[in-house]
């Protein structure tokens, strides 16, 4: 319940405190790319089902690599990722934007298509059964 506190409840001027080189329009997205991958309404992606929708968005980085990465993400150590802590993977990510690795490329891409990021999420929502 709490982890879905923090995705419903967030208050957008703290978040653009914290993560100032966003504005509005980016903590926005993000909010909608966390949806993407969040499909049961918890409040949670666990770090292998978002491995599996970096699959979906044709991230070439192998899981061996990627799991470790995503997983230093979870501040609290439960195998998930909460909204603030995606916030802080992605923000910290954005340093890294323009390397040449597959995850950065995937999360470029991510932010060049949002649209296919909403749409990715309905359809795993109805996949789930909860549309």
Not at 12 to 39: C, G, M, P, R
Request: include cysteine.
């Amino acid at each position: 319940m709490e982890a879905y506190l923090k995705y419903t409840n967030c208050n957008l001027e703290d978040l653009k405190t914290k993560y100032s080189k966003w504005d509005d329009k980016k903590i926005f997205e993000v909010h909608d790319l966390f949806q993407a991958f969040e499909v049961d309404g918890d409040g949670l992606i666990e770090i292998a089902e978002m491995s599996v929708g970096l699959d979906n968005l044709g991230d070439t980085t192998l899981r061996k690599d990627r799991i470790p990465q995503l997983a230093s993400g979870d501040e609290d150590g439960t195998g998930s990722i909460d909204f603030e802590e995606f916030l802080q993977i992605l923000y910290d990510q954005q340093e890294v934007m323009h390397s040449e690795t597959p995850l950065a490329k995937t999360f470029v891409k991510v932010n060049n298509d949002i649209k296919f990021i909403r749409w990715m999420s309905t359809v795993q929502q109805i996949r789930a059964g909860y549309l």
